[in-house]
């Protein structure tokens, strides 16, 4: 924002109170509350209207309060931002950003714990990154501000208050199964997709290439998630490679519960991973 | 309260002065945060405004309230003495203030001991009409307008008129797949644009082409539009009637209804933030009045102080549905008022009272900052579009009626006729010369080529990435090698 007059931030509650998690804390105050916009509770006017701003010149950071609160602005994103610079010849272009916190946190019940990465993702025309560090996300954020595609950006509810360095929760899960996976003797390589739409298959190709065994861990639900194309994908463009099937371990088919180890439970937990590794490896 | 409009420039330049119209005397530096609203960041203690009632003077509408409470109501005396300390008329005024009016979150709100509810119907509100059915001036008040403009807006309305004719005609031939006409609508389409420049957003909904006919869009390139051919600006990607153009400032027709809406005050927004001399401006219909996007972006335009024109064209129809089942509101224009919005209902066949309106509007939202609600009162005389056949739910007579006895194009002739500035000789070869200038675009149109193969996936990102490329090669491998399944006409 310093450096590029043109960008701003609008969302619910992103001005003088900072945003619901602080992610826009004290901008209002640095560069005014008509650059840091408060919104009306309407996810698909300020949705509407970031299109709109971005067509004639500016580039909006939209920050949805709660990613599944998205859901009420899927025409705007899909039918206008996702089209309108094909269905223009190319002639308005839409370098918005719309980013904010999905998935399961600290028990904030089933409509605040959605993951809408695979919602979107058929969406021709935009790009979808996710973050899982607080590294990551500054680079995410900038490259995404930079993009001249609208971008969704993905974060996540839990890596708010964490500290530096320290990853969100199906990073971390995997990484804590990795370990013990290397301590058993196994050798694993963990690649943590940031780049959903387009998928970064040069990378994953290469590893499938030293592999040769797949298994994609994911916090989207088993049914139409990131990882059902995702193995599609990979499947159509490497199955030379694979030894075995691809296997895909997601959250389960059902609304996040509310109590706290009921919600547990619905993510792929550390276990989980460890021994699909080595059933994998036994094939 | 202070209302100031942004006019100063928010983004930083090296030699900035302040503009003349410049409303906040105190706003010196662009480099200093714009606020929209004085009252921001103020917290709002409820005894702050009854502060204010004391010598020192305060709000004229306290003091106003305060003076009328007076009068009525009783002093409670007996506090007095356990406040000596306080000035004893403040404090009558005080308590006297606090049993009538309270300073609830939003402002100062009078109480009453009615049990009154506000009617759900009112008298409808009076439509704004500068010419009669004859054309003639209703009013012995001179109309203001230039005789080049009026002559270019009728020349304009009659080539829509006549384009709108022919292409209904070229779909039913099958020569185009689709169309959407503005007949009944021409006063709308070219008026309101005269009033405006070109430097004003348009965000149409698709009824709207007369709008960029105004600004320069040729005849061939709507006929491009419609055939989808390599001349296309949008590359052959939308439907007929979904033009757009970067150039005249005319945002790209989506089908999606109302969402052009939002965008409008998204674009003003920024158009705010710049400290443009200039608005935007987006039309839709009385049933994209009833979309979600419509009320989110009226209370939104409120607010935010938004300079945007939003211009209802209620043509009483929505597709088969009647406005008696689109609303129950007294139209559209009512509806300003409930969000905060300046408003004015106009008839909308009468092309002076929509020039008019657009002029002053226009200068309203530039000037003040804010939004400005017109509706437009007409009559869709055509169909829907080409995929709809009206007689079925409405009486052909009614139609009729309608398209000739209020033909807002035979109007406006009527009035530049009265003032000399038009005769039937230029009539005629007005009439004659579009007609075959319209058939001319159509031939010339439909034998152009159509956008080659790579269109398909150019445009959907700013450089097409691997999985797009990759699509892009196997369709060309399967196109070549069955190449009598696809269509011929495509450049591979």
Wanted: aromatic share 10%.
């Amino acid at each position: 924002m310093e450096h590029y007059p043109r960008v701003c931030v609008m969302g619910e509650d992103v001005g003088h109170y900072g945003g619901s998690y602080k992610v826009t804390k004290d901008l209002a105050k640095k560069f005014g509350d008509l650059r840091v916009l408060d919104t009306p509770i309407a996810e698909n006017s300020f949705t509407g209207m970031a299109i709109g701003a971005a067509m004639t010149g500016i580039r909006p950071v939209v920050e949805g309060m709660n990613m599944g609160f998205l859901l009420l602005a899927f025409n705007q994103i899909s039918d206008n931002c996702g089209m309108l610079h094909y269905t223009s010849g190319g002639q308005f272009t839409i370098p918005t950003v719309i980013r904010g916190p999905g998935g399961v946190g600290r028990q904030p019940g089933a409509e605040h714990s959605q993951m809408l990465e695979f919602y979107f993702q058929s969406i021709p025309g935009i790009q979808m990154v996710a973050c899982s560090t607080p590294y990551n996300a500054k680079g995410l954020m900038k490259a995404a501000i930079r993009s001249e595609n609208p971008v969704v950006l993905f974060e996540l509810v839990l890596l708010y208050n964490l500290k530096e360095r320290i990853p969100d929760e199906m990073r971390y899960h995997v990484m804590q199964a990795a370990k013990t996976l290397v301590n058993k003797g196994y050798d694993p390589e963990v690649i943590d997709i940031r780049s959903l739409k387009p998928f970064d298959l040069y990378t994953i190709g290469n590893s499938v290439k030293k592999t040769h065994r797949v298994l994609i861990v994911e916090e989207c639900m088993r049914t139409g998630g990131i990882g059902a194309s995702l193995t599609a994908a990979i499947n159509e463009n490497f199955r030379y490679y694979l030894d075995t099937p691809i296997v895909c371990l997601s959250s389960k088919d059902v609304p996040a519960p509310y109590a706290g180890t009921l919600e547990e439970w619905t993510v792929v937990q550390p276990p989980q991973i460890v021994t699909a590794v080595e059933q994998l490896c036994e094939l | 309260m202070i209302h100031h409009c942004c006019r100063s420039s928010y983004f930083p330049r090296e030699h900035y002065s302040v503009p003349e119209n410049n409303r906040i005397p105190h706003l010196l530096s662009c480099n200093s945060p714009t606020r929209f609203t004085s009252r921001r960041f103020e917290s709002i203690k409820p005894d702050k405004q009854l502060d204010y009632v004391n010598d020192n003077g305060g709000p004229q509408e306290y003091i106003d309230i305060v003076l009328s409470s007076l009068r009525s109501d009783t002093v409670k005396l007996r506090h007095a003495k356990k406040l000596q300390m306080f000035d004893l008329r403040r404090f009558m005024i005080l308590s006297a203030v606090r049993e009538t009016v309270l300073n609830f979150p939003g402002g100062i709100v009078k109480f009453t001991q009615e049990l009154k509810f506000l009617s759900e119907s009112t008298e409808r509100i009076p439509c704004y009409r500068v010419l009669d059915d004859r054309g003639q001036l209703l009013s012995n008040n001179c109309m203001q307008i230039d005789k080049n403009i009026a002559l270019k807006m009728y020349k304009d309305m009659v080539m829509l008129q006549t384009m709108d004719a022919i292409f209904y005609e070229a779909q039913r031939q099958g020569r185009i797949s689709f169309y959407v006409t503005s007949i009944g609508e021409e006063a709308i389409n070219i008026a309101s644009a005269a009033a405006l420049t070109i430097d004003d957003f348009v965000f149409p909904q698709y009824r709207e082409a007369g709008v960029q006919l105004w600004r320069g869009f040729t005849l061939q390139d709507f006929a491009d539009q419609c055939f989808g051919n390599t001349l296309d600006n949008g590359k052959g990607r939308q439907m007929p009637a979904h033009y757009g153009s970067k150039k005249h400032n005319y945002i790209t027709v989506a089908s999606t209804v109302g969402t052009q809406v939002l965008h409008a005050v998204g674009a003003a927004y920024s158009l705010k933030m710049e400290g443009k001399d200039a608005c935007t401006i987006t039309y839709f219909g009385d049933g994209g009045s009833s979309t979600g996007d419509f009320h989110a972006a009226l209370n939104f335009a409120a607010v935010m102080e938004a300079p945007v024109i939003l211009f209802c064209r209620n043509n009483g129809w929505a597709i088969s549905t009647p406005v008696t089942d689109q609303f129950r509101s007294d139209g559209v224009v009512v509806r300003g008022q409930a969000y905060g919005v300046r408003s004015i209902r106009v008839d909308g066949n009468d092309a002076l009272a929509v020039f008019n309106a657009v002029q002053v509007a226009r200068k309203i939202a530039i000037n003040e900052s804010k939004p400005v609600l017109i509706e437009a009162l007409t009559y869709r005389a055509g169909h829907h579009s080409t995929s709809d056949d009206s007689s079925k739910y409405r009486p052909i007579k009614d139609i009729e009626w309608w398209r000739l006895a209020q033909d807002p194009v035979a109007r406006f002739r009527k009035w530049l006729e009265g003032d000399d500035w038009w005769d039937s000789q230029a009539e005629s070869e007005l009439r004659e010369a579009t007609r075959k200038e319209v058939l001319h675009a159509i031939q010339v149109a439909e034998k152009i080529e159509k956008p080659g193969l790579h269109e398909i996936f150019s445009d959907v990102y700013d450089v097409p990435p691997s999985n797009l490329s990759h699509q892009e090669n196997s369709l060309r491998e399967a196109v070549k090698k069955h190449q009598q399944d696809y269509p011929p006409d495509v450049p591979f």
